[in-house]
């Protein structure tokens, strides 16, 4: 089993639509969540990061629940320029500063 | 806003060959990572610095190498090169205060 895991999609949605991504972890213990993008053969691009609290940033909300070790993002109002593989990040351990990834899901945002 | 550099962007070795990828963190940020993305996989951490010194280390083979220099920047040196060495070479950077880490562009290493 991955540490990180996510639903590999593809995701196809219309312009316009609001999807959903859901992440899970398996170390309880793990402190920092992040949600990246990377379009093909490029470098990682960070996102925004996730707090137990939730965040938004524009038409992007992350929502973190500890208690289900899972990790969400939302996208509303998806546009052709979302079409990327979204993956969830998350730092295992406060020791160390590596950056665990899911596999990525892929998603593709159709005229 | 200033990104991270790698150099180069594309390399191709002979099997058994050595290779040193380069890495120019963000201004500021003093801790460097390194992470190799096969293809079809997600990046896997090899190896960080964290003012010059080795601060983590992941799945980095015994055939590979890194530091980091008294300008942040950070090397590394792959020797004896393998078929399955062939991948996406990324540096990200942070400061030490923080778990956000940028990526580079990425060096993508081809061996033949």
């Known amino acids: 089993r991955k540490e990180v895991e996510q639903d590999p999609g593809p995701f196809n949605v219309p312009e316009g639509a609001t999807v959903a991504f859901n992440c899970t972890y398996s170390?309880?213990?793990?402190?920092?969540f992040f949600w990246y993008r990377q379009d093909c053969r490029k470098e990682p691009k960070l996102l925004m990061s996730?707090?137990?609290s939730g965040n938004e940033d524009g038409r992007f909300t992350a929502q973190l629940n500890r208690a289900s070790q899972y990790i969400s993002l939302l996208i509303r109002d998806s546009k052709l320029s979302d079409s990327a593989t979204y993956l969830c990040?998350?730092?295992?351990?406060?020791?160390?500063?590596?950056?665990?990834f899911g596999s990525g899901t892929r998603l593709q945002v159709q005229p | 806003a200033a990104g991270v550099i790698q150099s180069p962007r594309h390399l191709i070795k002979e099997k058994r060959e050595t290779a040193t990828l380069k890495c120019y963190p963000i201004?500021?940020?003093?801790?460097v990572y390194w992470y190799q993305q096969g293809p079809g996989q997600d990046p896997q951490f090899l190896i960080s610095?964290?003012?010059?010194?080795?601060?983590d280390k992941g799945s980095i083979p015994d055939r590979f190498s890194a530091q980091q220099f008294s300008d942040y920047h950070s090397e590394l040196n792959m020797s004896s090169l393998e078929l399955g060495d062939s991948a996406l070479y990324f540096c990200?950077?942070?400061?030490?205060?923080?778990?956000?880490?940028?990526f580079g562009p990425g060096t993508r290493l081809t061996v033949t």
């Open positions: 990200a950077s942070s400061k030490d205060d923080s778990y956000e880490q940028y």
């Open positions: 170390n309880s213990a793990s402190q920092s």
């Open positions: 996730v707090y137990s």
């Open positions: 990040v998350v730092n295992m351990d406060t020791g160390r500063r590596a950056l665990t």
């Open positions: 201004p500021r940020h003093d801790t």
């Open positions: 610095f964290y003012e010059k010194m080795q601060s």
